[in-house]
């Protein structure tokens, strides 16, 4: 008996040697495949800085005509190529990768005064937001006070929602689910001595939107459209997805990522909740393709012959990376592996570029708007930074 005890003692422990060492096989693969992706991006980045003039921020790149596309600083992407640097720079150290970042910065800082629509997150806060993070300068801080200020300007007290754009002969108030995003600046605001109405409207925003944008398996309508003056929903549709009823990718990868940043703020429970929900719709979702790159709508009825979404990617694996932070160690291993996966897919050849191509930009494949058929299958500015914050969070979280 006691043998047979000594033996089954010995075959455990060496169970667990075995697994231990397979967790520290993948710790150092993973240590390494982060390495070389931001090596690659402090290099590529290079490249792309010479391809973007002054005054304007790049947003894609055709290879059929060899350009960087570029927008004036008033579009919603333009905060992203600014934070990417941040986020390379946050890695390498490299000053002169700081220095473009900086010098970029200077272009947008009008913006804060921007109120034409509600990408003043997107815009000012994935770009001064982290600016502030990484260098502490304080000089930073007065522009995101004043972005939150141009934002809560689309508030709308009768339906308590921010409006994403305003009217047009489509929508008349439209709130679409990628606003959430939006809500980080709000929160920051207040939870770093601003004032308290700040994250108020986050959080009434997020409340509106949780009981108007889902569906009963937790996909999310794109647009929701309202009637401002007496807060009813109008109707629900879509812009950018196949259809009003489908689940567009990226706009589920908004919905994770913004309610798990929600959570972080107020540790509501709610929001928790509905994020693992939205996460486990995109996991077990029956389209997901086996290395985890969603095509550009779950719901495409041209699956599996139809383009993949590497920015929804990105952003939903950031967004698990950190709802790993607050689930159930059950449930976080999870959505730290399904993360891990799409990361290792983006990392290889098929999704990130060749050093020197892409115009500079880290990651291929993208989609941005099919139904308007608008940058289909090509570098996005936000997949490289989702992709470089899913980086960051893997290696300060799970290393
Ligand atoms: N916020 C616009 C988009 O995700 O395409």
Redesign the pocket.
């Known amino acids: 008996m006691n043998r047979i005890w000594f033996t089954a003692c010995l075959l455990v422990a060496a169970g667990l040697a075995r697994g231990q060492q397979q967790a520290n096989g993948k710790k150092e693969q993973m240590t390494q495949l982060i390495d070389q992706q931001f090596e690659f991006a402090d290099q590529q980045y290079k490249i792309l800085a010479k391809n973007v003039p002054m005054g304007v921020m790049p947003k894609t790149y055709y290879s059929k005509k060899d350009k960087v596309e570029t927008s004036d600083t008033k579009w919603?992407t333009s905060g992203f190529y600014p934070g990417s640097l941040l986020y390379i720079y946050e890695y390498t150290k490299d000053t002169a990768t700081l220095k473009e970042a900086e010098m970029r910065l200077r272009t947008l800082e009008k913006e804060k005064h921007y109120t034409g629509n509600h990408?003043l997150g997107?815009m000012m806060f994935c770009s001064f937001g982290n600016a502030y993070r990484i260098t502490g300068n304080p000089a930073y801080r007065p522009t995101i006070d004043t972005a939150a200020a141009s934002l809560i300007t689309r508030y709308r007290p009768a339906a308590k929602v921010i409006q994403s754009w305003n009217s047009s002969k489509k929508w008349r108030g439209p709130v679409?689910v990628?606003n959430l995003?939006n809500l980080e600046l709000l929160a920051w605001v207040t939870d770093h001595g601003g004032d308290p109405k700040y994250k108020a409207i986050a959080i009434n925003h997020a409340n509106t939107s949780m009981k108007n944008h889902f569906r009963p398996d937790f996909s999310s309508y794109h647009v929701v459209d309202y009637d401002m003056v007496t807060g009813r929903v109008l109707k629900k549709g879509t812009a950018?997805g196949a259809a009003d009823e489908s689940a567009w990718s990226?706009?589920q990868g908004?919905a994770l990522y913004g309610y798990t940043m929600m959570y972080r703020f107020t540790k509501d429970k709610k929001y928790l909740k509905l994020a693992e929900n939205i996460a486990k719709f995109i996991i077990n979702n029956p389209n997901m393709p086996k290395d985890q790159i969603p095509y550009w709508d779950f719901d495409s009825k041209d699956i599996p012959n139809t383009y993949r979404d590497a920015?929804a990617a990105a952003v939903i694996a950031s967004g698990l990376l950190e709802l790993g932070q607050y689930a159930s160690q059950k449930d976080s291993q999870m959505y730290v592996s399904e993360a891990e996966k799409m990361i290792v897919s983006l990392s290889s050849d098929a999704y990130r570029a060749k050093p020197g191509s892409n115009g500079g930009f880290l990651l291929m494949h993208s989609t941005?708007?099919l139904p308007l058929k608008s940058e289909i299958d090509v570098p996005l500015t936000?997949a490289d930074y989702y992709f470089l914050e899913a980086l960051l969070r893997y290696k300060n979280w799970y290393l």
């Open positions: 919603w990408d997107f679409i990628d995003m950018q990226r706009g908004w920015s941005g708007a936000y």
